[in-house]
């Protein structure tokens, strides 16, 4: 008899996971909020596999492991590091946007009201 096929695990399942876990521990609840929008980034562009296959071995720093778990919620190492690269890989656009413009709005910007 065949043993049935494991289920597999979508990033954004795992980025709800997260999110989950993050809003029960997390002490920055938009943490869980902008790692799943990230991971929704890459994926809408079709940079991630779909499953997790590269396998890393790291030398870390306790001390940021620890603050990345506390902010992420979650004391998995596979979920902090990718939560981590997700956020490197695809940065939050607006902040990319406040930075290039010098925190400024164009001289034509019309406010809608």
Known sequence: MARPEPKRHTEVERARAVRGQSRRRSLDP?????????LAR??????????????LSVRVDPGLVAAAAERIGTE?????????LALL?????????????GDRLPEDFELAI
């Open 30 to 38: 938009m943490v869980a909020e902008r790692v799943e929008q990230a």
């Open 42 to 55: 890459l994926r809408d562009d079709g940079r991630l596999a779909g499953e997790r296959g590269r396998r």
């Open 76 to 84: 998995n190492p596979t979920d902090i590091i990718e939560s981590a």
């Open 89 to 101: 890989a695809s940065p939050d656009p607006f902040v990319h946007w406040l930075l290039t413009t």
